[in-house]
C-alpha cells in the first residue's frame, strides 16, 4: 500500500440497506431466501449501493476525509519569556524549596514557553515536573494536573513519540474519571475523546496490543453506560452516545484480522508446563463469539431510545431502524434485512 493512503477512524460499509430496500420495493414478486452468501450484482440489485460510515476504513491523503486526528490540548501561550521563567523558578526553589506546591504554575508556564518555542523535549521536562509536584501535593488524581499533562500529551504527538502519549492518555481519562465533580458533560467528553484515540491506536497499529485494545475500549463504553444506568436508568438518552460507540466497535471486532493466539502454548520439557489464555484473550473471544448478538443488542437498544425519547415516526427512529437492517446486512442476513 503506497504512502498515499492513510488509516482514517470511522468504519465505511459496503452497503447500505437503504438503498437495498427501495430497489427490493420495484420487486414486489421476488422471493428473497437468506442464503448466507454474498450476493452481489443481481437482477434485483444491479450494482452495489454507496457506503454507508460505521467506524473505520482508509483513505488517500487527498480525499478530506482523511484529515482526522486525535483531540490534542491547544499548547498555551507563555506569560513571559524561558529566560524571565527560568530566574522566577530559581528563587521560587531558594525561598520554599523544590517540592513547594508555589511552583507547580511557573513549572506549567516553563512547559508553554519551551512548546511555543518548539522545544519539545524541555517542555515534557518540565510538565513532568509540574505533574509530579500536583500529585504529591494534590494526591495521585489531582485536578491541578489535568491541563499540564493535556498540554504534555500535545507535546508528546509532536515528538511523534506515541507510545508515550499512548500511556499518559490512558491516565489522563483515569483521573478524569475519578474525579467526584465531574458531571455528565464532562464524562462524555473524556470518554468520547479516550475512545477516539484507543480507536486510531488500534486502527494504526500503534503496537502489538490488538485485541487489548478492543477489550479496553469495550470497557470504557460499559464503564459509562454503567453510571449512568445506575443514575438515570436503562432508558436514559445520555445513553445514545455510548451505545453507538458500542456499534462501531462491533463493526471493528466483525473485521478483526486475527493474530497467533493460542489458549495455551505446551513445552516437552518439563512435562506439564502450559501457559493459560490471560484474562484479555479470554474476554476477547468471547466478544467475538458473539459479536453479532452484542451488536445487534446495541442497536435495538439504541433505537428503542430514540422511540421513546423522539418518537416512532421520527427521521431519528427511521435512520436507527435502517442501522439495525445494515446489521444484518453486514452478517448477509438478507432476509432480517429486508424486514427491517
Known sequence: MSRAIAVHTRLCLNVSMGYLVAQLALAANAT???TGQAQCCSSIVPELPPATYYGATMYRESDPRSSWSPYLA???DATESV??????LTTLELRGGPLNPVLVPTLGQLGAAYMGEKRYAEAIRYYRRGIHLARVNDGLNAASQVSMLEQMITALVRQENFAEADKQQAY????????KERGKPELLEATLRYADWMRGAYLGDLDDARYPRLVGLNDVYEDAMEEIESADGGDSPEL??????RIELSYLISVYPGEQEAGFTGRATPAGQFQAADEAQLRFWRMRDHNFRYGLRALKRKEEIIRIEKGEATKESIDARIAIADWYQWHRRYAEAIRN
Do not use: A, M, S, T
Open 240 to 245: 445514545l452516545p455510548y451505545l453507538q460507540g
Open 74 to 76: 491547544i499548547p498555551d
Open 83 to 88: 529566560d524571565e521563567l527560568q530566574k522566577k
Open 172 to 179: 489522563l481519562y483515569r483521573i478524569k474519571r475519578w474525579q
Open 32 to 34: 428473497v431466501v437468506d
